[in-house]
């Protein structure tokens, strides 16, 4: 069976979709990521997976329960870590596990027990008693993660588990996540509007815009579609279309975009394409101001079946979801 | 950049958040000082009139008519000519303030030439009330004296108090300190803790767990009630310590604490259903200024409602505070009288019931989700 399976899953907030007929399924022990610029639509399928949210329609199951019908037992199979830290910063690590223990049922014995472990593992041992107010952002995230594991969730939501912290912070995260999901065999369900995050961390990718899937698959298969290759980025002066054309002709590479006299292929083994280049742009007259090699991010998957960056925030109907659902939270 | 020029900029981003959001500063800059220009000038320290006063006039003759008719002149008083037993059974119900009782040998003893007293019987629990009282039966007494060529002095008014001792300002006060102390706990621990929870989100943490929704609900509303009736017991030990009396000593202070108990689920109630409409804390400033502040000062908390002018006695009336702060005067200077309490508590448990069951509802329907 598997972990999550959606059908058509479905979200309007009056009259605008946020979410639209998304179809998807997630396996036991993946690290699967929603992928997709803000409002896209990933914290609401959160909210919906997560019982938080009614679907307008579609279905969806964890484990096996559905979660309009069967929503109690869902409650009791997932843990959520939602964008906004919810620890309440007055009490202290001890007594936030605690009480989120106590809310699914444990006996205060049993999570006693289990409270050196957890916070061993995202080395929090030493400041149990501490209030979690004069923590960090990232040692509340670490507080955070664990918290969810205290009643065993055969998956784990977290949305946007790294937004608002430091390079080297996301990388610790990173690396807890794994080892959540390594050592403890939990399914991760992530939302993020970071490639690398995405790229890192999940064995899937589900890519969103708009709340419409456009591609489900691995991060390598995912970047092998966009042309097999490395990406060449170049400045050129001169006839610059005319040495675009013969690039296509002569080397065997895709053309993806042209901007006045910067040009953007893709080659097969970048690196060797680079002699051929500079051979035909001396053939042609063209010089080459600046040239650079790198391999395909899912950034540039993206901008492939979008035609915009992810980061470019300026997604109309973007703020305006935000607002709605802010009103309809109310 | 100048000094002056830094002073503007910071000036000019207040005033633009200020005009930009329209509702708070109509609100701040006209309802508050038209609110509080009527409230402090109309309700506090007007004299007290239309005061119901019970006469038993046991001496029917024309002398005592015309001692009545003394009595009626001007507002102060609304006088109810009635029998002993009505006079008493009308005080305990709260009808009348006190009872003057005028003997059989009224008219005797005045054509004797002798003195002659008539027994002012008063519910002091209202000190401006019982000497409003006292000064208008004393003066009309002079002038009935005066009007049929009496000496002075052949008429004595015989003060008889009911409960004991000469009630205090502080003892009239104390009971509305206490009850507003749990309609503001009440706040706090309602509507804002409501909206200090979403704002952080840590509702989320409670929505996303297996808890029933009931649970969540009226786990916060019980931990908010103790909370209320906590810093209503001590608001009532303060006002002990400075020397006000609760008469029936422990079961009087436990039947406060069980009217703490009632009104603090009313408030809470209320405050809830309030959190559930409102976002933000500035929002929840100007409703407690616009609602709280009212409800406090025409509570009779302060001042009695009998020196309000009549058209503002209806806010106090409808207001569920004037029946909390008076059942709580009620059980402090009075003592347990079931007759006495009995509107008062019915009416503020028929609030609380009302207000839990609205409270409860917004809040279930503001969660959201999957029930």
Known sequence: ?330 | MSFLRELYVVFWKEMLLWINNPMLPVVRALVFPMMWIVIFGSAFGGEVNHIPLAVVLSDTSELSIEYLNALNIGTTLDIKNTNLATAQKMLKNRKVYGILYIPEDFSKKLAAGEKVSVVLSLDETTPQISSAIVAHVTSATQSFSKNIALAENRVVVEKNTLFGRGIEYLDYLAPGVVMMTILFSALFSGGLNLIIDREFGTLTMLMVSPVSRDAIILGKIFAGVLQSITSGVVALAVAMLMGVHLKSGAAGFLLMVLLMFIAGFGFIGMSTAIGTRISELEQLMVVMMVLLMPMWFLSGGFYPIESMPDWMRPLAIVNPMTYATDAARSIMIRGIIWETLALDLVVITTFAVAMFLIGSYSFKKTLGGVK
């Open chain 1, 1 to 330: 069976m598997k972990i999550i399976e959606t059908h058509e899953l479905t979200k309007e907030f009056n009259g605008l979709v946020a979410v639209d007929k998304v179809t998807f399924s997630v396996e036991r022990g993946e690290i699967f990521g929603f992928l997709g610029p803000n409002g896209a639509g990933k914290t609401t399928t959160i909210k919906m997976l997560t019982t938080l949210l009614l679907p307008t329609s579609g279905t969806a199951y964890i484990s096996g329960f559905d979660v309009v019908r069967e929503a109690a037992q869902v409650r009791r199979r997932i843990g959520l870590v939602p964008q906004r830290i919810v620890l309440e910063g007055d009490l202290t690590a001890r007594e936030n596990l605690l009480f989120h223990g106590m809310l699914y049922g444990l006996s205060r014995r049993d999570i006693e027990a289990k409270i050196p472990e957890l916070l061993e593992l995202v080395g929090l041992k030493e400041r149990a008693d501490s209030k979690v107010r004069t923590f960090s952002g990232g040692m509340k995230r670490r507080l955070e993660l664990v918290k969810v594991l205290l009643h065993e969730p055969e998956v784990i939501f977290l949305d946007e588990p790294t937004v608002g912290l430091d390079p080297q912070t996301r990388r610790k995260i990173w690396e807890y996540i794994q080892i959540l999901n390594r050592e403890r065999g939990v399914t991760i369900f992530l939302t993020t509007h970071y490639m690398e995050e995405a790229d890192y961390l999940c064995n899937r990718i589900c890519i969103i815009d708009h709340g419409k899937i456009l591609d489900i698959d691995t991060p390598q298969r995912l970047k092998d579609k966009i042309g097999e290759g490395d990406i060449i980025e170049m400045e050129v002066s001169g006839k610059g279309e005319k040495f675009a054309q013969a690039l296509e002709k002569e080397c065997g590479c895709q053309i993806k975009k042209m901007e006045e006299n910067r040009i953007t292929i893709t080659a097969r083994r970048g690196e060797y394409a680079l002699k051929e280049i500079f051979f035909l742009a001396d053939k042609l007259g063209v010089e080459v101001t600046s040239i650079s090699v790198r391999e395909p991010t899912l950034e540039d998957v993206f901008i492939h079946y979008t035609g915009r960056g992810i980061r470019e925030e300026l997604v109309p109907g973007s703020g305006m979801m935000k607002y709605l659902t802010r009103r309809l939270k109310q």
